[in-house]
């Protein structure tokens, strides 16, 4: 009877979380587009990566921490105003855990998080320990009186909790009187079906019709999901990650030009729609093999997605951090490491020389495009981001 019990209330506590993790992926992926589009009107930025599964961890940190209208704002940028506080946390947490197993993914995936406070804060112990359970977060002061050491430490943090493939967080801090959400990640997936790691050789990368830069880019030929939309002139690609829980997802054009007009057309809906209009065909993909760090800094983004009171300094009530009202959100730095290389499963060579390998279509991604990494499961967008720029030499104007 009582054991009885303790499993139906078990079976009740994993259904409520999964139901929650569901909206929270559904929300989050909202989340993304809202984002990714707020970031596009930045004038100026090139490359754009970040992970909206992450973010909304860093979104249930500040609800954790804020009290009233402060928190409550979290939910309103989430779109789960009805969801309560336990629900959230715990459905945030569930998720990234999920999508972030490398073990049951097969992909790399570091996330490490710290919450910087001024040295005259004063952590919470039931803080501490609940931002440590639900959304993994340490904690540290940092004193920034001496502001080049103390951007140092973070970029040395940053560093070596990616195993140095993330070198730098930021190259200063702006406003340094107050709490800083900093994630620091790198990201490597596994393909499902490997390129060679001879078919590499370098070509030119388009950043723009009057300037190429020379780029490492690897080669292979298989049978993929893929969609050419001859009414917008792009294409859509779909590649499986290892145990095909997720997938890389591209959108590029068909040739180079600014990336605005696609990402006018991009929407949740859209998306939709060009992934159903995929079909498995053999196409040649030619993709760069670069490695991508970003580094964002999402404080004033979020800010005009809602979360207003949390980053103003009159208005914050983060009170549930340190017990008094003496902190705001000043910063928020997303930083990521990206690595695109050859690695993969073993590739099924039974299908090379079939009739289904003929004609290949070319997906030559040589100039900017988007990208998306997507559980296939929850629906949740673990990375979104465009490549506008690789790292490489400029190549000699050819005449
Ligand atoms: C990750 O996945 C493996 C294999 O599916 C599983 O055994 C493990 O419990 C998972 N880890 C977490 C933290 O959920
Ligand atoms: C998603 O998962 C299903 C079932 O596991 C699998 O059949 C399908 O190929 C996967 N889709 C992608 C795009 O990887
Ligand atoms: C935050 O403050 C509220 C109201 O005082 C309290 O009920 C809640 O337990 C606090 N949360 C944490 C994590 O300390
Ligand atoms: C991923 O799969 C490859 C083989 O396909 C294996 O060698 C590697 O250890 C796996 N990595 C992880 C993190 O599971």
Redesign the pocket.
Known sequence: MWLANVVALCLLAVAITSADKQLLADRSASLAMNLYQNMAKEKGLENILISPVVVASSLGLVALGGKASTASQVKTVLSADKVKDEQLHAGLAELLTDVSN??A????WKISNRLYGPSSVNFADAFVQTSKKHYNYEHSKINFRDKRSAVKSINEWASKSTDGKLPEVTKDVDKTDGAMIVNAMFFKP?WDQQFHHKMVDNRGFLVSRSYTVSVPMMHRTGIYGFHEDTKNSLYVLSMPL?HKMSSMIFIMPYHVEPLERLEKLLSRKQLDTWLSSLQEKAVAISLPKVSLEVSHNLQKHLGELGLTEAVDKTKADLSNISGKKDLYLSNVFHASAFEWDTE???VDTSIYGSDKMKNPKLFYADHPFIFLVKDNKTNSILFIGRLVRPKGDKMRDEL
């Open positions: 490398s073990t993914r097969n992909v790399t596994h290892a993969g499963n073993a």
